[in-house]
């Protein structure tokens, strides 16, 4: 069995990516996101539109398709919705609505996770907004909405920066969506800083019965070939859900013992006893 | 290489003593 990878790094802008996410601009003006209503996974949220400024924040249902502008006519009124709850401003939940393209109705609400529902994956095109706040309840942003498109098998890479050079950290997400589809490599580029801003990755692996898998996670610095500025002594740390530690490394000999034990996997094109 | 049991897990990719500099994480799934 394959098991399912979701791919989730938080990390400054400008990042390259093998992923299946686009970013792209909002709604000029106004902008929709869902404000989570309830608690737990299976909250729900409510259609909202805001003024770009954060103001005017009143309840909408409005045809997605005026706001958005076209939409692909693919089984396009299904929406993935993703938002940020005021009151958990670092997580952020995601909803799946169906949403009558006519009426602008929401018609359904669960779980972002039940698009695995096979039912789901008839529908190509997902669209997400999110909305940001500091602790205190301010609103700090409002980001992007995503496209999620069905890709052929090969190597994709997703750029994300900011609008007219503006920096920040960033979030890009992607998820096999498809029961039968395989992140072979999920991987991301980044400017490695100090405290907050160290860049920081995820995956999920799946309990799908099958039992453990067998993972190489690396982190790569002085083999970045033409790369300027790369990170000279790259320190890896794995942990799991519950924080702990469950593997480190600061230098590349362990992962060369474990690339001979398993031959066939990718390798750096240099490698540095520190990569 | 780490054999791991199905949940979420977290990559953090710092520099050495407080180093800074563009790096690549990986993740390879080997089945």
Redesign the interface.
């Known amino acids: 069995m ?2 399912f ?1 979701r ?1 989730f ?1 938080f990390g400054p802008v400008a990042l390259a990516w093998v992923c299946v996410l686009a970013a792209l601009e909002p709604a000029s003006g106004q902008i929709l996101y869902v404000k989570p209503v309830g608690t737990g996974a299976q909250q729900v949220g409510q259609l909202r539109q805001v003024n770009a400024d954060g103001t005017g924040d009143t309840a909408v249902a409005v045809p997605f398709a005026d706001v958005l502008g076209p939409v692909p006519e693919r089984n396009g009124n299904r929406f993935a919705l993703s938002a940020v709850d005021p009151a958990r401003p670092n997580q952020i939940s995601r909803n799946v609505f169906t949403v009558n393209r006519t009426t602008g109705a929401i018609q359904n609400a669960t779980n972002f996770l039940d698009m695995l529902d096979p039912d789901t994956l008839l529908y190509t095109y997902v669209y997400g907004f999110y909305k940001a706040f500091s602790p205190d309840g301010t609103l700090i942003a409002v980001n992007s909405y995503y496209r999620i498109r069905r890709l052929t098998p090969g190597a994709y890479t997703a750029v994300v920066q900011g609008k007219d050079g503006g920096t920040g950290v960033g979030l890009v997400e992607a998820y096999g969506l498809d029961g039968t589809a ?13 405290g907050d801003n ?11 019965g099958a ?11 002085p083999s ?1 070939n033409g ?15 519950n ?1 702990a530690l ?2 480190s490394n ?1 230098n590349g000999r362990e992962r060369k013992r ?1 690339r001979s ?2 031959p066939g ?2 390798r750096a094109t240099t490698m540095n006893p520190r990569s | 290489m780490k054999t791991l049991a199905g949940g979420a897990y977290t990559i953090i990719v710092q520099g050495k003593n407080g180093s800074t500099g563009v790096a690549l994480i990986e993740a390879y799934n080997l089945q």
């Open positions: 394959t098991p990878l791919l790094v395989t992140l072979a490599n999920i991987s991301t580029r980044g400017l490695v800083q100090t160290v860049m920081i990755g995820g995956f999920i692996v799946l309990d799908t039992g453990a898998t067998n993972m190489i996670v690396r982190a790569i610095g970045l790369v300027t500025g790369a990170l000279a002594d790259p320190v890896l740390e794995l942990h799991d859900s924080g469950v593997a600061d474990a034990k398993r996997w990718p």
